[in-house]
């Protein structure tokens, strides 16, 4: 079953919002894997000496001590320790103690990190909780109504670099799409009603404007 044209019409905005940072995070990638390498500035070395270069890779050095910082060592709810012990339950069942790391590592690397959440088909009490990559998410944000019309998940690419699939998520469902023929086909359809987008995002930095 086909995308509705408005469904086809998100994912198309949201493929054409993350082919306009790709270049930046690739940078950005880059520097925090040290192969970045800086150009000389006023000093001449000669071509057969370039192999003794030596990157200090400070990039990683800073972002890895920030996010080594930032661990979660409790859950507290002062005025319900019972919503406490079940918000632990969900943080263990998803592993969130090995997966938050990567969360804001990207946040530190890319400037912004995701996360998602899911309908969890064996145990409705414990919703998946993911981290995504913020190469392949991306959120149209209401600046008035500070809230997230939408969020467009793309992955994993082709040869080509193009993706294969596709997942929209909107206010009321998350539906999961695969690229055949030249359009975008429903694979899966959750309808969760849960009045708001299951996609959390954080920005590193953020200012006004941006």
């Known amino acids: 079953m086909s995308l509705s044209a408005r469904e086809e019409s998100l994912i198309r905005k949201g493929q054409e919002a ?20 800086l150009a000389h500035i006023g000093l001449a070395v000669p071509p057969e000496l370039r192999k003794f270069e030596l990157v200090v890779n400070w990039p990683r050095v800073t972002v890895d001590t920030i996010e080594q910082r930032q661990d979660v060592k409790s859950i507290l709810v002062p005025s319900d320790d019972a919503l406490a012990d079940r918000l632990r339950v969900v943080w263990d069942a998803n592993n969130m103690e090995s997966e938050l790391p990567l969360f804001n590592r990207d946040k530190l690397v890319y400037g912004r ?36 019309d939408y969020a467009v998940r793309l992955a994993p690419l082709d040869a080509s670099g193009m993706p294969t699939m596709a997942t929209l ?18 694979v899966d359809r959750d ?20």
């Open 169 to 186: 998520y909107t206010p009321m469902e998350t539906v999961v799409a695969r690229y055949s023929a030249g359009r975008w086909v429903e």
């Open 113 to 148: 990190s995701f996360l998602s959440v899911g309908t969890n088909e064996e145990s409705r009490e414990h919703p998946l909780i993911r981290v995504e990559s913020p190469t392949q998410v991306t959120v149209k944000v209401d600046p008035y109504k500070q809230k997230i």
């Open 18 to 37: 993350l082919g306009d940072r790709a270049s930046a995070d690739e940078t950005n990638r880059a520097y925090y894997e040290g192969s970045q390498r």
């Open 191 to 210: 309808v969760h009603n849960v009045g708001r987008v299951p996609i959390f995002p954080s920005f590193n930095r953020r200012i006004t404007g941006e």
